[in-house]
Protein backbone atom coordinates (compact mmCIF):
# COMPACT_ATOMS: atom_id res chain seq x y z
CA UNK A 1 0.00 0.00 0.00
CA UNK A 2 2.73 2.34 0.73
CA UNK A 3 3.81 2.86 -3.19
CA UNK A 4 0.20 3.21 -4.47
CA UNK A 5 -0.29 5.96 -7.06
CA UNK A 6 -3.76 8.02 -6.09
CA UNK A 7 -5.56 8.54 -9.75
CA UNK A 8 -6.92 11.64 -8.32
CA UNK A 9 -10.27 10.69 -8.76
CA UNK A 10 -12.37 12.27 -5.63
CA UNK A 11 -11.38 16.06 -6.51
CA UNK A 12 -13.11 19.49 -4.32
CA UNK A 13 -12.38 22.66 -6.60
CA UNK A 14 -10.69 25.14 -4.98
CA UNK A 15 -11.33 27.97 -7.13
CA UNK A 16 -10.00 29.67 -10.43
CA UNK A 17 -6.72 32.63 -10.27
CA UNK A 18 -7.66 35.01 -13.61
CA UNK A 19 -4.21 35.23 -15.52
CA UNK A 20 -3.17 37.15 -19.00
CA UNK A 21 -3.80 33.63 -21.28
CA UNK A 22 -7.21 32.71 -19.18
CA UNK A 23 -7.91 31.14 -16.20
CA UNK A 24 -5.85 28.28 -13.56
CA UNK A 25 -7.95 26.02 -11.81
CA UNK A 26 -7.64 24.33 -8.98
CA UNK A 27 -8.40 21.35 -7.45
CA UNK A 28 -7.61 18.78 -3.93
CA UNK A 29 -7.58 15.24 -4.39
CA UNK A 30 -9.86 14.45 -1.33
CA UNK A 31 -7.86 10.67 -1.08
CA UNK A 32 -4.23 12.36 -0.81
CA UNK A 33 -4.34 15.78 -0.21
CA UNK A 34 -2.47 16.61 -3.76
CA UNK A 35 -3.41 20.22 -5.16
CA UNK A 36 -3.80 19.49 -9.17
CA UNK A 37 -3.36 23.29 -11.15
CA UNK A 38 -4.77 22.97 -14.46
CA UNK A 39 -3.49 25.83 -16.75
CA UNK A 40 -5.94 27.57 -19.19
CA UNK A 41 -6.69 25.52 -22.58
CA UNK A 42 -6.57 22.24 -20.35
CA UNK A 43 -3.30 21.40 -21.75
CA UNK A 44 -0.65 21.29 -19.08
CA UNK A 45 -1.09 21.23 -15.62
CA UNK A 46 0.88 21.02 -12.13
CA UNK A 47 0.78 18.67 -8.83
CA UNK A 48 1.91 19.87 -6.33
CA UNK A 49 2.40 17.17 -3.24
CA UNK A 50 0.18 17.09 -0.26
CA UNK A 51 0.07 15.75 3.00
CA UNK A 52 -2.83 12.66 3.47
CA UNK A 53 -5.17 13.98 6.18
CA UNK A 54 -4.31 10.80 8.23
CA UNK A 55 -0.64 10.57 8.04
CA UNK A 56 1.57 10.47 10.86
CA UNK A 57 3.23 13.66 11.31
Known amino acids: MGD ?5 EDLEFLGGQRTEGGENLYFRCK ?6 IIL ?6 YIVRGVKPN ?3
Not at 4 to 8: G, P
Not at 31 to 36: E, F, I, P, Q, W
Not at 40 to 45: E, F, M, Q, W
Open 31 to 36: RCGDVL
Open 4 to 8: EKCRH
Open 40 to 45: PGGKSG
Open 55 to 57: APQ
